[in-house]
Nanobody
Framework: QVQLVESGGGLVQAGGSLRVSCAAS????????MGWFRQAPGKEREFVAA?????????YYGDSVKGRFTISRDDAKNTVHLQMNSLKPEDTADYYC????????????????WGQGTQVTVSS
């Protein structure tokens, strides 16, 4: 079992930056694929970014955030970060981190562990 806790959400103006983090306990994160998803009110959960585990730290991004968001992991601190730059009002959502084994996936149903989410609001 792994427990995930997100932090760092908040209110930011359009064009600004924000970093959200995900801290894990219970297991080390190094063996897990880590993903970030977001969900806006009335919408389905959307893939944002993912990073491979076991030193295969390839990164993957949803089309809407490519070039603006960066996912990174610090296995020594059991933490994953999502750096968000050039934020837009349409980035407003609850952001969730998630963990799974083996292959990277963009499908939320394939992740085994989830945090409780952190809210990000981008004002225009």
């Amino acid at each position: 079992q792994v427990q995930l806790v997100e932090s760092g959400g908040g209110l930011v103006q359009a064009g600004g930056s924000l970093r959200v983090s995900c801290a894990a306990s219970g297991r080390t994160l190094s063996s897990y694929v880590m993903g970030w998803f977001r969900q806006a009110p009335g919408k389905e959960r959307e893939f944002v970014a993912a990073i491979g585990g076991w030193n295969y730290s390839s990164t993957y991004y949803g089309d809407s955030v490519k070039g603006r968001f960066t996912i990174s992991r610090d296995d020594a601190k059991n933490t994953v970060h999502l750096q968000m730059n050039s934020l837009k009002p349409e980035d407003t959502a609850d952001y969730y981190c998630a963990a799974k084994y083996y292959k990277v996936s963009t499908r939320p149903g394939e992740y085994d562990y989830w945090g409780q989410g952190t809210q990000v609001t981008v004002s225009s």
